[in-house]
């Protein structure tokens, strides 16, 4: 009995481009962060997440925001870890994670989004001092990521 040998000349497909996608957006949010570093409360991380969970999902999101904030402490002048790590991994990972529940994809959804998790990180942050928002930190952090949403809504038009 001869057996029938397939030609494959059909190329390989590429392997799932996802993850890839979210490692650089990570590493993307952790440069940022350390960059950023000498200007207090100026940090890309929650814009960047938020963008994660509009454009690929919740899930998505809630990755970003998670793993960025821990690994970019790692390079910070804070030390690795404490107990501000688990807050600002649960605040990032907020951030995109309502984000990914979005209806639209869109300049405006990433400011918005943006707005609310800073909001939403600040609050997490600052409630173990018994304050809401601190002057000028917390203003210059969600002036600051609108600037950031607004510059990375730009990717969003060409999509």
Do not use: C
Not at 10 to 39: D, Q
Not at 101 to 118: C, D, M, P, Q, R
Not at 122 to 144: A, C, Q, Y
């Amino acid at each position: 009995m001869g057996e029938e040998k397939k030609e494959h000349n059909e190329e390989p497909k590429p392997k799932n481009t996802g993850e890839t996608k979210l490692l650089l957006l990570i590493a993307i949010a952790v440069l940022g962060r350390i960059l950023m570093e000498p200007f207090p409360s100026v940090e890309p991380i929650i814009p960047i997440a938020v963008y994660a969970g509009l454009v690929y999902g919740a899930d998505a999101g809630i990755l970003v925001g998670l793993f960025s904030y821990p690994i970019s402490n790692f390079f910070m002048l804070g030390g690795p870890f404490g107990w501000w790590t688990i807050l600002q991994a649960a605040g990032g990972a907020i951030s995109g994670g309502l984000a990914g529940n979005a209806k639209e994809v869109n300049t405006g959804a990433l400011v918005t989004y943006s707005v609310i998790g800073t909001i939403i990180f600040e609050l997490l942050l600052n409630f173990g001092d018994r304050t809401l928002l601190v002057w000028p930190f917390s203003v210059t952090h969600i002036v600051t990521n609108i600037l950031f949403a607004l510059l990375i809504g730009t990717s969003l038009k060409e999509k």
